[in-house]
């Protein structure tokens, strides 16, 4: 700011400072419209599960753990069926949490043997096709 010496440049700076106060309170008032709109409930959590949505990472650690539970789930449906022995339903638990951890930890591994063996299943399927093609032809 320059040097004030006369009464006149005094009132040209008290005008320039009431101008930039007016000026900075309205962007100060738009400032808190914003932070009180982001923390509203609803918004908070629209910005959570866009944060959620966006991250790569989340996304498959969320799916490795819905596969790993899935997996344990029906490991224990197959094991345990509609048992009512209460050890073999223990034990079923067991091995569903067992397996649910496992398939979590390496999924890498699981997606793996899973492809290969989609592969195995699809040439064999194939090949019964194929077979049974062949044999409406002739």
């Not at 009132?11 to 930039?20: D, F, V």
């Not at 914003?34 to 959570?48: D, G, H, M, Q, V």
Request: aromatic share 8%; no cysteine.
């Amino acid at each position: 700011m320059q040097k004030i010496n006369s009464e006149r440049s005094l009132m040209e700076a008290i005008i320039e400072l009431e101008n930039k106060r007016t000026y900075e309170g309205i962007l100060l008032r738009e400032q808190f419209i914003l932070t009180y709109e982001s923390f509203k409930p609803a918004n908070l959590i629209r910005n959570a599960i866009q944060d959620i949505a966006s991250s790569s990472e989340l996304k498959d650690n969320l799916l490795n753990a819905a596969v790993g539970l899935t997996t344990g789930y029906i490991s224990k449906k197959i094991f345990v069926g509609a048992s009512d022995n209460p050890i073999k339903k223990m034990f079923g638990t067991a091995l569903m949490f067992g397996i649910s951890n496992l398939v979590s930890k390496n999924p890498e591994t699981i997606k793996s043997l899973g492809s290969q063996f989609f592969n195995m299943l699809k040439t064999k399927l194939g090949d019964r096709f194929n077979n049974a093609v062949k044999n409406e032809d002739n």
